[in-house]
């Protein structure tokens, strides 16, 4: 089984930052992309940005300049930190890998269950 688990979400007041993780755990191969997806009330779920293993990032335009992803791959651990947060940031933020299981032939999607961030006064 592979497991991932997402921290770090909360209440933060616009202009604050928040730091993300999601960590990856069971019988593991090796790991490749990994990404932040991000989901408000009444809106389809959206890229935040997203990691290959190498470093290369790609960023949503909403969140360009203001975001960083970064990841640890000794952890499988990827990381969302988040400066001059919006009250339009709040959401569900969801962490995705793309692994492959030991004796599997390929990698696939695995989610995290979600994280809250609210921004507001």
């Known amino acids: 089984q592979v497991q991932l688990v997402e921290s770090g979400g909360g209440l933060v007041q616009p202009g604050g930052s928040l730091r993300l993780s999601c960590a990856a755990s069971?019988?593991?191969?090796?790991?490749?992309?990994m990404g932040w997806y991000r989901q408000a009330p009444g809106n389809q779920r959206e890229l935040v940005g997203t990691?290959?293993?190498?470093?290369?990032?790609i960023y949503g335009d909403s969140v360009k300049g203001r975001f960083t992803i970064s990841r640890d791959n000794a952890k499988n651990t990827v990381y969302l930190q988040m400066n001059s947060l919006k009250p339009e940031d709040t959401a569900v933020y969801y962490c995705?890998?793309?692994?492959?299981?030991?004796?599997?032939?390929?990698?696939?999607?695995?989610w995290g269950k979600g994280t809250l961030v609210t921004v507001s006064s």
């Open positions: 990691i290959t293993r190498d470093g290369v990032t």
């Open positions: 995705k890998q793309v692994i492959q299981k030991s004796g599997a032939r390929w990698g696939m999607n695995y």
């Open positions: 069971g019988s593991i191969f090796s790991i490749y992309d």
